[in-house]
């Protein structure tokens, strides 16, 4: 497995899903950073988009929810012939955890690689698009708050440019 694709998208999770709600509850407590003695009385630590969507039970909802969609759409559906798609829905899964901060149980290729086929079949920015709203609007389906929406679409798109092997 190539870790260097995946670099991006957990950067991106990181900042968006970790550290951006830290620095705007620092901000909303008057920019102060707690005392020690607060310290001690402060929350936990945020949880991970994966546990604030709901865990494995949730991944894998979305994952069947998403290809159904996936696979209803003549636009997009012949990128998925003649593929296993028990198999490609398990590598979703355990991606999706992955970059939602849950279990790191990923074992497929990396974007590039694994994608490189689909742009021989002319995967390109229209395409990347059409799948960003199946995932949008199946996050939307299950009652996904809009913020953590925004933080996975954001997670996905990051991916862009090595799913179209730029």
Not at 32 to 53: G, N
Not at 147 to 160: F, H, M, P
Request: aromatic share 8%; proline share 4%; hydrophobic share 50%.
């Amino acid at each position: 497995m190539h870790l260097e694709t995946f670099i991006p998208a957990f950067i991106m999770f990181a900042v968006l899903g970790l550290i951006v709600p830290v620095l705007l509850s620092n901000i909303a407590m008057g920019g102060r950073l707690m005392p020690t003695e607060d310290k001690a009385k402060a929350p936990a630590a945020a949880a991970s988009v994966y546990d604030q969507i709901g865990g494995a039970a949730a991944v894998d909802a979305a994952v069947d929810v998403f290809y159904r969609r996936v696979l209803a759409d003549a636009y997009v559906n012949r990128f998925f012939a003649g593929v296993d798609m028990s198999k490609q829905a398990a590598k979703q899964k355990a991606f999706l955890t992955m970059v939602m901060g849950g279990p790191h149980n990923y074992t497929g290729k990396d974007m590039r690689e694994g994608h490189r086929h689909l742009v021989k079949m002319g995967l390109n920015d229209s395409h990347f698009d059409h799948i960003l709203m199946h995932l949008r609007a199946t996050l939307a389906e299950l009652g996904v708050p809009e913020n953590l929406i925004q933080t996975i679409i954001g997670v996905a798109e990051s991916t862009r440019d090595d799913v179209l092997d730029r």
